[in-house]
């Protein structure tokens, strides 16, 4: 219980029911990934539907008025939109179970859609620009500049509506892929107010203002897609926040029994973390108290880390914790040249 030890260091505030045995419950019962994977199926199904239907009132605006910075962002949004497929492949995926070759699960299929995404927002960039730099050396007219700004508008509403969405479902769920593509799509928007602006330049008298404006959409979609990256590569590396290491070692070092943490590793499979922690306790105690103690200790990490999905537990004894006492020195068998683990 947490507290319990060192209560004056734990300034965490408790939630209700948090105390030991203050609850009647069961971390199993109903499967989280579940849960957060048909959650986040939702939100892509609304975010797909709502960027398809502007992209294509934005497409019927560019076949009639030849603006290259519309078409830069009507492309845009059409991957946006097809960024979704991948992502609902990968939730629907994740609902899965283990098998004895996927131990885990197939919650990595969400990091390789992440992958994807960043690859169709790379392409998108690539095609906007060509098709604007062409544009600003054979400059064409732009006509119904009205509509144009119309669109523009509607792209703007669409992307924000859908970013608002993708976000909050993402931090719902922990998922950095659908995350990632709701900041996309915010800044899409953006761009799309961008080619209000290459309109009103277009008719105040200076046409290159329209494919100047799809040039500078193509380097913001470079910027997106460098932010993307870093963020779905950084998982897909393992990479995980500093913080969630600390409130692992926080939680689990302020669990009744635990002496101290040692080892904290964690990785996240998907948009669900796991866990694997080494803690120290009184050598005098027996093995099924401490194994008492690594069960209250992944208990209390399922409560206050809402993302993991499971924690690995190891017990030490206070006069031989960590991992150094572990190793085996060297030593020779089986014909073997000298060697250790």
């Known amino acids: 219980m947490l507290g319990n030890k ?34 986040g199926i939702w939100a892509i199904k609304w975010s797909f539907l709502g960027l398809f239907v502007t992209a294509l009132l934005q497409v019927i605006v560019v076949l009639f008025s030849g603006s290259v910075a519309l078409l830069a962002d009507t492309i845009h949004n059409f ?43 790379l392409f998108s960039a690539c095609i906007t620009g060509y098709e604007s730099i062409n544009r600003l050396f054979h400059p064409q007219k732009v006509e119904y500049l009205w509509a144009v700004a119309a669109a523009s508008v509607i792209g703007f509403l669409g992307n924000e509506l859908v970013a608002m969405l993708r976000i909050k479902v993402g931090k719902e769920i922990g998922s950095a892929a659908l995350i990632a593509d ?15 602006v ?70 996240w499979v998907g948009h669900r973390l796991h866990a694997e922690v080494n803690v120290a306790v009184s050598p005098e105690i027996s093995v099924e108290e401490g194994h008492e103690i690594a069960k209250e200790v992944r208990h209390q990490l399922l409560h206050f880390l809402p993302h993991l999905s499971n924690a690995t537990i190891h017990i030490d004894p206070a006069n031989a914790l960590g991992e150094k006492y572990h190793r085996i020195p060297e030593h020779i068998h089986d014909d073997l040249p000298p060697h250790s683990h």
């Open 6 to 39: 060192n209560s004056s260091e734990d300034n965490r505030p408790k939630r209700e029911g948090q105390g030991h045995h203050a609850h009647d419950h069961t971390h199993t019962a109903l499967d989280p990934v579940i849960l957060t994977t048909q959650r």
């Open 79 to 121: 991957g946006d939109a097809a960024t979704s497929i991948p992502l609902w492949i990968a939730f629907a995926m994740a609902r899965w179970k283990p098998s004895q070759k996927f131990t885990y699960g197939y919650g990595r299929v969400e990091d390789l859609a992440g992958v994807t995404i960043v690859l169709v927002i």
């Open 182 to 196: 709701g900041y996309h799509a915010r800044v899409d928007g953006l761009t799309s107010l961008a080619v209000l």
């Open 198 to 267: 290459g309109a009103t330049g277009v008719w105040l008298g200076y046409p290159l203002a329209d494919p100047i404006v799809g040039l500078l959409i193509s380097i913001a979609i470079l910027r997106i897609c460098w932010v993307s990256i870093k963020a779905v590569f950084t998982r897909f590396l393992d990479g995980v926040d500093h913080k969630v290491i600390y409130e692992i070692t926080h939680t689990a070092k302020h669990t009744a029994g635990v002496h101290e943490v040692t080892e904290v590793r964690a990785r």
